[in-house]
């Protein structure tokens, strides 16, 4: 089944090109010299909102061919294959030499000598926290191949607070805070605030409930000044009213959390689109923005630079399974832009296009494309198009060309 689910972020249609990962379910790897026509498919919403109901479909004008993946090689082996299949496919943009694998992150080379001393590792796009929180089967199986160095960096950085503000998050929201929280009590008796760090959970709209850990030698509270605990002991006692702040949550570091969310997304348009996709000039400034996340500065601060195209976002959307796909603004001078979704977040990266090959896709296969261009430049949506296939089944795809690749010469 083709999914059929967008972003609910309201659009002036919604269109696929290249569904190749569905037209053949999850088993593109055991196919041989398989062939199948590219298909375009528009959608549009219904009254209740993005219903995904099939307008209409047409053949592209050419055919997609999937390699032949080798049964008798793992399934790290047979990913290093797709990977080095699709280097392959962009000589025009960097010449490689034999099995040369390039690691989309530091854009370092590496070789099938690298995958037996361990210098290249299984990166799963999503951290484990989101994908088990997810459930989605989808997320676990988006992989690719990282040099050890980045996939052990970005698992210990950006990953690590994606995590853990997730779980902070899910704390708030469900009354039990999670990890240690900087308390701060006072009262009209107290010259100063009583400073605590314990768990705190909301019973109900009203009450709390605080609980300290024991320190099993001195049968005081851990991690708390003994006389701080004596404070908070008479206060109780006194039966005083009291007002408290509950500080954030003292490891989570918000720029972090967006790096890894970044990180992600970028993992995420490696695994759809490819290496034609990563080597644009237009991702420096992200892979850049990944590299400085992995240094001990970044701990402190990291700057997300300013732009429309490259961004991340908390949004009021709940995406079960992750999303990407093509933005298309008309009117002005907006730019298109690759946008991701998972649960409420929302990832923008840079897109840069074919605009004459695009052209011809929308103007040529969407019968009222003239209408539909009409509609964008009078609402303000953009045209939107989910991107549903993967590198990681190596493949020619209508996008390489819309990215720029020398167009075939003609028969």
């Known amino acids: 089944m ?21 037209l053949f379910e999850d088993n593109l790897a ?19 909102g993005w219903g995904g109901v099939m ?21 790290f082996e047979q990913l290093y294959d797709a990977h080095v299949t ?16 390039i690691c989309p992150v530091c854009l370092v080379n590496f070789t099938t000598e690298d995958i037996a001393n361990k210098r290249l590792s299984d990166g799963h796009v999503w951290p484990t926290f989101i994908r088990d929180k997810s459930g989605s089967q989808l997320a676990k199986t988006h992989h690719v191949i990282l040099c050890d160095r980045c996939n052990w960096e970005a698992g210990a950085h950006g990953d690590a607070h994606v995590q853990l503000l997730e779980k902070v998050r899910d704390g708030t929201k469900t009354g039990k ?16 605030p009583i400073t605590l760090r314990g768990n705190i959970a909301r019973t109900d709209k009203l009450a709390v409930t605080l609980a ?27 039966g005083e009213p009291i007002s408290m702040v509950v500080h954030p949550h003292h490891g989570v570091k918000a720029h972090l959390a967006k790096a890894g969310w970044i990180t992600s997304a970028y993992l995420f348009a490696f695994y759809t689109l490819g290496y034609r996709y990563i080597f644009h000039e237009s991702l420096n400034d992200v892979r850049q923005y990944i590299a400085r996340s992995f240094e001990d500065e970044a701990k402190q601060e990291l700057a997300l630079p300013q732009s429309d195209v490259f961004r991340v976002e908390i949004t009021d959307d709940n995406v079960k399974d992750p999303q990407i796909g093509v933005m298309l603004p008309f009117g002005g001078n907006k730019p298109v832009y690759l946008q991701i979704n998972f649960f409420d977040y929302q990832v923008r990266l840079p897109f840069r296009v074919s605009s004459e090959i695009l052209s011809d896709v929308i103007h040529t296969l969407i019968p009222n494309s003239d209408e ?3 509609q964008a430049l009078a609402t303000g949506n953009p045209l939107y198009s989910e991107l549903t296939c993967t ?21």
């Open 86 to 101: 699709d280097l392959r496919s962009v000589t025009d943009i960097v010449p490689t030499v034999g099995n040369e694998f």
């Open 30 to 48: 055991f196919f041989g010299s398989e062939k199948a026509n590219f298909l375009l498919f528009r959608y549009t919403p219904r009254s209740s």
């Open 372 to 374: 539909l261009v009409s």
């Open 177 to 192: 805070h999670y990890g240690d929280q900087l308390i701060q009590i006072t009262s009209g008796s107290t010259d100063r």
């Open 55 to 75: 307008i209409s479909w047409k053949y592209v004008w050419t055919s997609c061919r999937i390699a032949r993946m080798d049964q008798n090689k793992s399934f």
């Open 212 to 238: 300290f850990p024991i320190d099993k030698k001195s049968r005081r509270w851990a991690r708390n000044d003994p006389k701080e605990q004596a404070r908070f002991e008479a206060l109780r006692d006194s």
């Open 391 to 411: 590198k990681t089944h190596p493949h020619d795809c209508t996008w390489d060309y819309i990215l720029g690749k020398p167009l075939p010469d003609e028969p």
């Open 2 to 22: 083709l999914r059929s689910n967008p972003p609910t972020e309201k659009y002036s249609t919604h269109w696929k090109i290249c569904a190749i990962r569905h």
